[in-house]
């Protein structure tokens, strides 16, 4: 299997390394600013109960254009780069010509992105994908447990999932490379509604300055699940569906109180400040997320003015 993955950030190295595990010749797309540094490897970190060892992750090819992409066969094609960088430019439709028949696995969280993908891109040709783990950029700020810098991941007990007619081949490949990953029939009708839950209660944590403490103070718990509830509705208008109703329970402030305290007996990294680094560093993602929302909502007829107040106050903290 020959995997081209585009963006070697924390996701693309993630899924790069279990596919090359799993026997896959493994490519990245980078920009050509980023091709040496690419080259030289990369160091992973496993989170888990016992101390982080590093792992070497070399031996995977590198190009810096879709010119380049043409030259070989391609059985799927990662994008693991973030929304805003997805819609900048017209590079996707440029490399999925250069890519022949390959799968283009959809991997990013917004409202519209799909659609996006799906207009320059044969829709029998997209796998759409959940990232199931956390990873970033390690060190975190007051982390001491790292021998040099690196990428640290963890799997939650929630696996990656992905749908599609190729999806079958590509979930062997990462299971076969130790990545939880499965199949589902469909992705898409349940993925929006987990990103309208995520997004309205990451506008209220860095409304809060990335404090749990201050989150549950006062009524910003409950603003929260209000816009929750309406970005549910926007997502579910949008696709023409129901909201799920385990994710009308899980937009509830009460779960999601329970969730919190649970996770940071169980995620085996600071949660707080890992949120505060990883989401101000894909903070331009997070806001047009939220822009998606009120702008469907807004022209469905549909309330928006929880997600309003919530996007404003997390743009002026």
């Given at each position: 299997?020959?995997?081209?993955?585009?963006?070697?950030?924390?996701?693309?190295?993630?899924?790069?390394?279990?596919?090359a595990e799993g026997g896959a010749e493994v490519t990245?797309?980078?920009?050509?600013?980023?091709?040496?540094?690419?080259?030289?490897?990369?160091?992973?970190?496993?989170?888990?109960?016992?101390?982080?060892?590093?792992?070497?992750?070399?031996?995977?090819g590198v190009i810096t254009s879709a010119a380049e992409?043409?030259?070989?066969?391609?059985?799927?094609?990662?994008?693991?780069?973030?929304?805003?960088?997805?819609?900048?430019?017209?590079?996707?439709?440029?490399?999925?010509?250069?890519?022949?028949?390959?799968?283009?696995?959809?991997?990013?969280?917004?409202?519209?992105?799909?659609?996006?993908?799906?207009?320059?891109?044969?829709?029998?040709?997209?796998?759409?994908?959940?990232?199931?783990?956390?990873?970033?950029?390690?060190?975190?700020?007051?982390?001491?447990?790292?021998?040099?810098?690196?990428?640290?991941?963890?799997?939650?007990?929630?696996?990656?999932?992905?749908?599609?007619?190729?999806?079958?081949?590509?979930?062997?490949?990462?299971?076969?490379?130790?990545?939880?990953?499965?199949?589902?029939?469909?992705?898409?009708?349940?993925?929006?509604?987990?990103?309208?839950?995520?997004?309205?209660?990451?506008?209220?944590?860095?409304?809060?300055?990335?404090?749990?403490?201050?989150?549950?103070?006062?009524?910003?718990?409950?603003?929260?699940?209000?816009?929750?509830?309406?970005?549910?509705?926007?997502?579910?208008?949008?696709?023409?569906?129901?909201?799920?109703?385990?994710?009308?329970?899980?937009?509830?402030?009460?779960?999601?109180?329970?969730?919190?305290?649970?996770?940071?007996?169980?995620?085996?990294?600071?949660?707080?400040?890992?949120?505060?680094?990883?989401?101000?560093?894909v903070g331009d993602q997070t806001r047009a997320g939220?822009?998606?929302?009120?702008?469907?909502?807004?022209?469905?007829?549909?309330?928006?003015?929880?997600?309003?107040?919530?996007?404003?106050?997390?743009?002026?903290?």
């Amino acid at each position: 299997m020959r995997v081209l993955i585009v963006g070697a950030g924390a996701v693309g190295q993630v899924f790069g390394h279990h596919l090359a595990e799993g026997g896959a010749e493994v490519t990245f797309l980078v920009k050509p600013s980023h091709a040496e540094a690419c080259r030289g490897g990369f160091t992973l970190y496993p989170l888990g109960r016992r101390p982080p060892q590093p792992l070497r992750f070399t031996g995977f090819g590198v190009i810096t254009s879709a010119a380049e992409a043409v030259r070989a066969r391609w059985d799927h094609v990662l994008l693991t780069v973030s929304s805003v960088a997805l819609t900048a430019g017209g590079w996707l439709a440029e490399l999925a010509a250069a890519t022949g028949d390959a799968s283009i696995v959809v991997l990013q969280p917004n409202l519209d992105d799909r659609a996006f993908v799906t207009s320059v891109v044969d829709p029998a040709r997209v796998v759409d994908g959940v990232i199931g783990f956390l990873a970033y950029h390690a060190p975190l700020p007051g982390e001491t447990r790292f021998a040099e810098p690196g990428m640290a991941y963890w799997f939650p007990p929630a696996p990656s999932t992905f749908s599609g007619a190729r999806a079958a081949e590509l979930v062997a490949a990462l299971r076969r490379g130790k990545l939880p990953a499965r199949q589902l029939r469909d992705v898409t009708a349940t993925a929006p509604f987990q990103s309208a839950v995520l997004y309205a209660y990451l506008a209220a944590i860095e409304a809060a300055r990335w404090s749990f403490r201050e989150l549950r103070g006062g009524d910003r718990m409950q603003r929260a699940g209000r816009a929750a509830a309406q970005a549910l509705a926007i997502a579910g208008h949008q696709r023409g569906l129901r909201v799920p109703w385990r994710l009308r329970l899980a937009a509830r402030p009460v779960v999601v109180r329970i969730a919190l305290g649970l996770a940071r007996r169980i995620v085996p990294l600071d949660l707080e400040t890992y949120l505060r680094v990883h989401f101000t560093k894909v903070g331009d993602q997070t806001r047009a997320g939220l822009l998606s929302y009120i702008t469907h909502g807004r022209n469905a007829g549909l309330a928006t003015d929880m997600i309003e107040q919530l996007a404003a106050e997390s743009a002026a903290a």
